[in-house]
């Protein structure tokens, strides 16, 4: 095996172009071998196996700096610098993450998850470079879908602009997660596709050669139009016109043709942009043809490529949920609109496009946009829904603000992946929307014990004359039957679980409650019997039932799946202070303030501490506490 | 007057165009007069009387909608939709916003004040339109300078993929608030200037009409150059590549060529771009020649051009002292580095851009990537100063989490108009930085008590090895004397004012600092001393001294001019609650969970009570209430 030679970027570069080829088919196999078993990102690493062996052969890592934008792409890159033992423990608690991280390894140069930032971090360092007198290159590879996010369009206006040597590598694979949508979209595929642009270039330029000499004014016009035409013949005209120089495309599975063009690109004293066509899945036949399903695997067979049965309840998951109930609350009400920002099928959309396929808008990874154009909708009258995971909706934090709250717009943000998220680790925990979205006015914030409750929450939310924020986990729900009928819940009404006769409430938020359960089943043993309370809002809380418990001498315990600083307990703890109520002994347990890395999601609990077990411990604690005597 | 005639978009409709051109001249002079006096943006709506005009004369305002960006050149608008007897009250508390607002006139179809939303907005109320089956237009009018905001080319890409009956105006000054930069606006330069593209089309089409048959494969050739010459030689290429049919461009103080164009751009089914090109400032000589000066004013001399004396101190503004401080520390450390998203001089960067060019950077409009520009260039060793208003970080909110606070990568965010920012109003105040910044792992956030310790605080920000934000209000400083040396604040220590007799401190924030003294010099009468803490570390809290004031039964009052909801008050009560501190009496005062909207500082700060004599009130209030018997 070739691949058990390599050990890092250098040993590469000994080998013949044959030696690569084949060094590219065993990485296949070990991609496919080790992913079938710990799941992964499988469809985006497939496809650029050829290109990442093309990059750190004619590039110099970790001294040239190589960004992945997204970085769910570099398991490759992760397998030839070192790092291809750690693979059985990918994306596992303690195991190698599944994104760059600066902290794994000196060749990870920048990291990442969220898409369209690596062509502003590449330009940050090409001018750190510069102003220190340094040399070496910097490489941003990044995909055809997160080439329409805002931020990245921004970077190459200013990298236009400024003329630093940098080089983009355009990695298209003609979709994002889904397919991709939008005007750019179209025009790459124009570009790879309409081989008129190379051709006719050739030939106009041929022709006006031709041409006999005319004179006067239009042979001078003739003049003009052959500079004018060398000009405006380039295909990329619109990387071009942003100040790039644009080669390509070029096809992304030729180690040839790629190592000749990174090697031509490196020569370039000013900005340029490689645009390479690389096919998603490539390699793997089944995910050749349906790659928007394997981006992301769970483990499978690897014969089959069928998905390993797992052991999981039967409960469909909060997102399918969710899904379903848009479907049906849109069959009643011709306002409601649907928006996602490229994740169509990860916020569980797709029978929403395909029922109402004029009333469904996925803007490209957009999010930005995605929620302006909900208030414009908002505006009309309309219903909007942008549904989009926690982790993504800060890239429209400041929409949310100034385009939709402000103007108190009735938009409904379906917040998918509140709380952890396991596997992708740091860059998608859903943390901090709570925080973040509690400190805004006129915004109401709900979130879910189970998967009943999450439908009537999306009809409560579209009854609401304001912005509403649902927000529910990642993974299965509860199981639980559904209501037949729709009901609305009463604004800012926390609901009693389990009624308890020692005076000691716990408020629980969302999958949480669950746990309090659990914990007071555990507390029964020891004879302390505390109240669970569902606070299925965040904001507005609610204050009459807080004003009681209060009043009767209760001691609180909080338990949320979000970042303890801003969060339920803190609101809790806010109300109490504004209404004069000190000596309410509260323990508030949470997400600590630090960055949850990746890992199951049972383990980065117990890592974190909300257990039953410490729910327990939190009850006893603060019942113990008491009042304070002055 | 013709203008006294005009109460109302209809009323431009009978007017010839040389009334037209009369009522131009009169708001031009209106403006000049009322803008002496109350101050406001002076120079954008100089430079679009002519264009609104025009807008309100071929459509039909409110049945179409037109959607203002940014905002502040909507005064002429404002002064022909009903409004212009309440232009004496501009910007004032109670009076007419220097914003569009929904709720001020149906004529403002979408409110606005923060850049690059328009098109996104736009594109929600065509998409409802056509839902609806109603068939008025959408009108997005935007600057060159909003252009190059992400979120506008998020819109541009996606309104060109769905082909929506849209018109964007270009209104292309060729500036921002400061002069342009970036690859979009040299494109811009280039159609506005170089006549060729234009000529050269007519003429290159012509040419290939009067070249005879040639027959065979030439002349197929030619036939298909012929089609295609006629696309690539279409000026706007940019815009037509991503799905837009360009217009222009027009002269943008000419009424007929503007009515005829908007006439034209009317009748297009699909989206169009009609490129405008104006004057900042135009009809007052002073402010064409120097628009960024006259962007927005104080009230000033209509003859000189020069501001009115004002009464206020000889303090320099915190914006000043930072500005003069980067500079200093620069010229010692040539690893820091300056970052505005298109202000310059709002964020006092100016003199540092004059002493540093290369260490200077204007991204233009583009929060998200100047954020992940900071973090290339941290990551790479520099020690970059990103200098925004809070209510811009919010737009770069998921760059902070992602970009720079997962990887700990040391950026310095100076933070300006933290607090009130008077009136500019409800988009523009600094409100939120504390709730969310505070929720993210790795920041650190100060914010000083005066222009002395800000100074300190941006040197010992730049020694930390991690992000920190330093945020500080809009306006005048403090007037007190500067240290001669630079020295570091220990991370997380408050500083004691005032010592105090009473149980019960005062813990403040920034320009709060003042506001307790005078609090507590009201309570002197009264025989009640508080101690005074200045709580300059918002994150970390001094952990230390509130558990030694926790421990003595001190009494606690906070006072910040932020959110309530997740600001310093919160934190503190987190920290009290997470030490099993309950019992401590604390009284929170801050913002209060509504949007604040324009008016003078002192009159917003009495509006929501933050005033001496209601700290004083708390003070008395916690004392009374001490600590709560079990
Ligand atoms: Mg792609
Ligand atoms: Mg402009």
């Known amino acids: ?39 992964g990102h499988f469809g985006p690493n497939l496809g650029v196996v050829e290109l990442t062996l093309a990059l750190h052969r004619v590039f110099d890592s970790p001294r040239d700096k190589i960004i992945w934008d997204v970085g769910h792409q570099a398991y490759v890159h992760k397998i030839i610098t070192g790092r291809k033992e750690r693979f059985p423990t990918l994306r596992q608690f303690g195991g190698l993450a599944g994104f760059p991280k600066r902290s794994e390894s000196p060749h990870d140069a920048f990291g990442t998850g969220h898409a369209s930032t690596s062509i502003s971090a590449a330009l940050g360092m090409a001018v750190a470079r510069d102003l220190k007198g340094e040399s070496h290159h910097v490489v941003a590879v990044i995909g055809d879908g997160a080439m329409t996010g805002g931020m990245a369009l921004e970077a190459l206006n200013h990298a236009g602009h400024l003329r630093k040597r940098l080089i983009v590598v355009l990695n298209d694979n003609e979709m994002s997660i889904a397919e991709n949508v939008g005007a750019m979209a179209n025009y790459l595929a124009k570009l790879r596709t309409d081989r008129t642009y190379a051709k006719m270039k050739n030939e106009v330029e041929h022709l006006l050669k031709r041409i006999p000499s005319i004179g006067g004014k239009v042979a001078r016009t003739l003049e003009r139009a052959k500079d004018s035409v060398k000009y405006f013949w380039v295909p990329g005209m619109l990387f071009e016109e942003l100040g790039f ?24 004293p000013d900005p340029v942009l490689l645009h390479v066509v690389t096919q998603k899945g490539k390699g793997y036949g089944r995910a050749e043809r349906a790659p928007d399903k394997l981006h992301s695997v769970t483990p499978f067979n690897p014969e089959t490529g069928k998905a390993e049965k797992s052991s999981s309840s039967l409960a469909p998951s909060y997102t399918d949920v969710f899904g379903n109930a848009i479907v049906e609350l849109a069959e009643q009400d011709p306002r409601i609109v649907a928006i996602t920002a490229a994740m169509p099928g990860g916020t569980g959309l797709t029978k929403f496009a395909q029922r109402f396929p004029d009333r469904f808008f996925d803007v490209g990874i957009a999010e930005q946009h995605a929620a302006t154009l909900s208030a414009g909708l908002a505006a009309s009258g309309m219903r909007p829904v942008f549904a989009v995971y926690s982790t993504f909706l800060q890239r429209a934090y400041d929409q949310v603000i100034h385009d939709i709250c402000i103007q108190n717009l009735p938009v409904v943000f379906a917040v998918d992946r509140a709380g952890l998220v396991g596997a992708d680790g740091e860059t998608h925990q859903g943390a901090f929307d709570v925080a973040y979205l509690r400190t805004v006015p006129n915004m109401t914030i709900m979130m879910p014990k189970d998967e009943n409750e999450l439908r009537q929450m999306l009809y409560t939310a579209l009854q609401l004359p304001g912005p509403v924020a649902v927000r529910y986990p990642r993974g299965a729900a509860r199981g639980v039957p559904l209501d037949k009928e729709w009901h609305t819940i009463p604004i800012g009404s926390w609901e009693v679980i389990r009624q308890g006769l020692s005076p000691v409430a716990v408020v629980a938020m969302g999958p949480m409650v669950a746990l309090a359960e659990e914990a007071a089943d555990r507390l029964a043993e020891e004879g302390v019997d505390p109240m669970i309370i569902n606070a299925r809002f965040v904001k507005p809380l609610d204050g009459d039932f807080l004003l009681r418990l209060a009043g009767e001498g209760w001691a609180l315990v909080t338990v949320e799946e979000t970042a303890l600083a801003g969060g339920l307990g803190s609101a809790v703890l806010e109300w109490l202070a504004g209404h004069g109520l000190h000596g309410v002994p509260v323990r508030c347990l949470g997400l600590p303030d630090q960055f949850i890395p990746h890992g199951g999601r049972g383990e980065l609990l117990r890592a974190v501490g909300l257990t039953a077990e410490r729910v327990a411990d939190a009850v006893k604690d603060v019942l113990r506490a008491g009042r304070v005597p002055r």
Chains 1, 2 share one sequence.
């Not at 088919?25 to 078993?37: D, K």
């Not at 644009?246 to 990174?262: I, W």
């Open 245 to 268: 120089t644009y080669f390509g495309p070029v096809d992304g599975h030729d180690l040839a043709a790629l190592t000749t063009m990174l090697d031509r690109v490196k020569e370039c």
């Open 1 to 39: 095996m070739l691949l058990d030679r390599v050990n890092g970027p250098a040993d590469l570069k000994a080998m013949s172009l044959a030696e690569l080829r084949q060094l590219a088919a065993e990485i296949r196999r070990f991609l496919i071998e080790q992913l079938s078993v710990t799941g």
